[in-house]
């Protein structure tokens, strides 16, 4: 078979072989990008759905419009609004399978091959391998516990003048890092100066645990005159309601929303009219803002579990910053007392220890730091958590 030159930009992610021995009975993982199963709010999602047959049934089983079900858009326009972006219209969002869909969709109408894209180091694998697809070169920019470094990435921007930079500023995937205010600002500055598209994708923005995030880039650009026109931000019901839903959402500027809604009609045509129509249901119906309590309550109570387990038990040979939402730590091997600094070489002996995780250095698009590990806090109770952490004690 002759497959097309673009192919050979992509590898299958390394993190998928490791996937494959999480069968092993009795693993603890944290592994996994999931959301808790258990926590989905089956009886909501179920009346949600009753709700949407009954009330128009033609349209919740029909084909729909590519831009996406407008009483959703309607309701997604509100959810941002109470999160404080207050002028998002229902005709400047268009509803994606996923927040994925989106960022192939910003590959599509954008990445022309050789064009440079400024991403994190470390960042969401499938964002590294989607763009790729699409022939970008991408530049890594680091981060520290306050996200994305923005003098560095001033710097890469002149260097670069990349055509555009994609940012997970609250909460990241895998660092679970939170950009500053002050950070937020410069990049929304940045984006006016060197007229830059920003890419804001925040699927867990809504996962905090103590008091909310500083203003999404997309809130604050209201703030920054130009940044608004140079901004474009994806959203997802994935982390907090369902990822089996595949909705998402992606606010930009007209002319590209045009030519992204273009290309997903021959994508997909539009995302599922009856997934769209139950999640218009469940958020009319008010739902929201008690699921978005439940979940946060519970991913804080494992995530402070997480945090104290690392520190009794692995101490000094692990460094990190504690997350202040979403499902990801950040952890860094110091290799100190002649501990294993190399995440790679521990994930596996992890596994004969019944423990799993993902090794960070597949997170980087370049200069990968091979002493990091991405663990998730989110599918084990905290019994599982502490029992997990003294497992990867042994490994280490
Ligand atoms: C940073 C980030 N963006 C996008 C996605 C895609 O999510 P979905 O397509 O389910 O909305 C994920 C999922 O893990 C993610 O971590």
Redesign the pocket.
């Known amino acids: 078979m002759l497959f097309a030159d673009r192919l050979n930009n992509v590898e299958t992610s390394a993190i998928r072989e490791l996937f494959k021995l999480l069968g092993k009975p009795g693993i603890i993982s944290f592994a996994g ?1 999931f959301p808790d199963s258990a926590l989905f709010d089956v009886d909501g999602i179920r009346a949600a759905s009753q709700q949407a047959l009954q009330d128009e049934p033609g349209a919740a089983l029909q084909y729909g419009a590519t831009e996406g079900y407008q009483p959703l858009r309607e309701q997604l326009a509100q959810f941002m609004a109470s999160k404080g972006a207050q002028d998002v219209a229902p005709g400047n969002l268009i509803v994606t399978t ?3 869909q989106a ?1 192939d969709l910003l590959g599509k109408t954008l990445i022309n091959p050789g064009d440079k894209v400024i991403v994190e180091g470390p960042t ?1 694998l ?1 964002t590294i391998q989607c763009f790729r697809l699409y022939g970008a070169e991408l530049i890594s920019a680091p981060i520290d516990g306050n996200g994305v470094k923005t003098d560095e990435l001033e710097k890469l921007i002149a260097e670069h003048q990349p055509k555009f930079v994609y940012l ?1 500023p609250t909460f990241g ?1 895998p660092s679970g890092a939170l950009l500053s205010l002050e950070r937020r600002k410069k990049v929304l500055e940045m984006a006016v100066k060197y007229q830059t598209l920003i890419v804001e ?1 925040d ?1 867990y923005g809504d996962l905090y645990f103590g008091e909310a995030p500083p203003p999404s880039l997309l809130a604050l650009s209201a703030s920054v005159p130009g940044s608004r026109e140079l901004l474009v931000h994806c959203g ?1 019901l ?1 982390k907090v309601l369902s ?1 089996g839903l595949r909705v ?1 959402w992606m606010i930009a500027p007209a002319d590209l929303l045009a030519n992204a809604t273009m290309c997903k009609q021959f994508s997909d045509a539009h995302t599922s009219t009856f997934a769209q129509a139950t999640a218009a249901q469940y958020l009319q119906a008010g739902r929201m803002p008690a699921t978005l309590n439940k979940v946060r309550a519970v991913y804080a109570e494992r995530a402070q579990a997480m945090g104290d387990a690392l520190r009794k038990e692995l101490g000094d040979a692990v460094e990190f910053v504690q997350p202040q939402g979403g499902l990801f730590f950040w952890v860094r091997l110091t290799g100190a007392g002649g501990k294993e600094s190399d995440g790679k070489l521990l994930a596996q002996r992890a596994i004969d220890q019944g423990v799993a995780f993902v090794p960070g250095a597949p997170f980087y698009c370049a200069q990968a730091d091979n002493a990091t590990l991405r663990l998730s806090f989110a599918t084990a109770d905290v019994e599982k958590i502490r029992e997990g952490v003294a497992r990867l004690a042994k490994a280490l």
Do not use: E, H, K
């Open positions: 990008g996923g927040s994925q960022l969401f499938a997970i995937n994708d699927p997802s994935s990822p998402g």
